[in-house]
């Protein structure tokens, strides 16, 4: 049985992306090579991997089983020989790839312009950056690191917390002149307020009380699955939302949004950033952890006064 590592990376492009056109623009070949590596694939392993009918490819019962076995082992092969052969810490050449996923308003507001800086200063590193609110499965999706809004729910990921961002309650001017200003938790009940698809409601609209989490008791009619369009729904005036800072303190200094219930302590989130386990740590990877760690851990470049446009609010 002989293969090559080219073959497993496009198999388990293939399995991650479900297209052989997809795996050929990521991973910048035509989609003959690709179809050729997977063919090859399948002779070395002696298994056919996908069925493939009328243009589309799909993977079999074998290529799954495949998939989670190698993915692991390949990640580890990567790092340990980029840690060996490629890195050089002395003169802090960074050479390989490093592969990022963020959330989607995280990162297009603040973290592309620290990526930026980061491949400016490693010209020989590539980088795959992907954004999206969902939480992306990290090892079976081929991702060195994560960027994670809240608490990490992936137990077996290694972390790291880059800063921490308090959630704020905010409406529109007109939401308030038409429907009234809520005054306590309870008075949630009768106003209309902005979901998050990722997160139901109870987990979203939760506020600390005497030492307590409370999550009151909130309705609403829209749906959304991106903070940005959380906030602009919000300035809107169609209802109220509870965001992170980063996302509305622009539009709060704007007097767009004001804030709401400021009395009330809602979570504090951190942010944090996930890595599967590997050893050694490679130092591409720790390095960009400390480059972003340097850039958000004091200084919040959102936090210029978020209260400095909210009537009535308190610090």
């Known amino acids: 049985m002989r293969y090559s590592l080219d073959e497993i990376e496009t198999f388990l492009t293939v399995m991650e992306l479900g ?23 399948e002779l070395s392993v002696g298994a056919a991997l996908f069925l493939r009918n009328a243009g589309r490819i799909t993977p ?16 580890e092969l990567i790092a340990a020989t980029e840690s060996a052969a ?9 050479q390989g790839s490093l592969a ?20 400016r200063t490693h010209p020989s590193l ?22 994670r ?9 290694m972390q790291r917390k880059l800063c921490e961002d308090r959630q704020i309650v905010v409406a529109s001017a007109d939401y308030l002149s038409a429907h009234g200003t809520p005054e306590t938790l ?18 979203l609209w939760q506020f600390k009380q005497d030492g307590r989490t409370i999550s009151p008791q909130v309705a609403g009619r829209i749906t959304l699955n991106n903070g940005e369009a959380m906030r602009d729904m919000a300035i809107g005036g169609v209802g109220l939302a509870i965001l992170p800072g980063f996302v509305v303190s622009s539009a709060l200094r704007d007097g767009k949004l004001q804030r709401v219930l400021p009395d009330y302590e809602a979570r504090t989130l951190p942010v ?35 209260d400095s446009g909210s009537r009535g609010a308190k610090n």
């Open 19 to 41: 297209t052989v056109t997809a795996a050929a623009a990521r991973l910048n070949y035509s989609k003959s090579v690709i179809s050729k590596r997977i063919s090859d694939f």
């Open 60 to 75: 079999t019962e074998t290529a799954l089983r495949l998939a989670e076995r190698i993915r692991p082992a390949l990640t």
């Open 86 to 94: 490629c890195e050089n810490e002395a003169t802090g050449l960074l």
């Open 100 to 119: 990022i996923t963020a959330p989607m308003s995280f990162g297009t507001m603040f973290l592309s312009g620290i990526l930026a800086d980061f491949a």
């Open 126 to 147: 590539d980088l795959r950056i992907d954004y999206d609110d969902r939480a992306r499965d990290l090892l079976r999706e081929g991702f060195d690191i994560g960027i």
């Open 149 to 157: 809004i809240g608490d990490a729910r992936d137990a077996h990921l």
């Open 186 to 203: 309870a008075d949630l009940r009768s106003h209309q307020v902005l979901s998050y698809a990722h997160l139901p409601d109870a987990m």
């Open 272 to 306: 944090l950033a996930v890595w599967p386990p590997v050893s050694p740590m490679p130092a591409k990877l720790r390095i960009l952890i400390d480059h972003m760690v340097s850039y958000l851990s004091e200084q919040r470049p959102w936090e210029a006064d978020p």
